[in-house]
């Protein structure tokens, strides 16, 4: 199973994105940015996750582009 690069930029985004949210939470008991910032980024992480683990069906065409 080889991860796609896209794959791993969603989940370190989405880590990135809940810690901010996280640190956020912390400072501010009043904010209303803060729990849609971890929700949003725990959203990507699992979504992130997910697609890594998910399995091609056998009558996928992959498609190469060579740029040079």
Sequence with gaps: MKTNTANIVVTALGAAVSGIGY?????????????GLLGFGLAHVALGVLDMNREKPADAI???????
Excluded at 23 to 35: D, E, F, I, N, W
Excluded at 62 to 68: P, Q, V
Aim: glycine share 0%; no cysteine; hydrophobic share 35%.
């Design 23 to 35: 640190t956020l939470m912390r400072r501010s008991q009043r904010s209303k940015l803060a729990p």
């Design 62 to 68: 992959e498609l190469k582009m060579d740029f040079e």
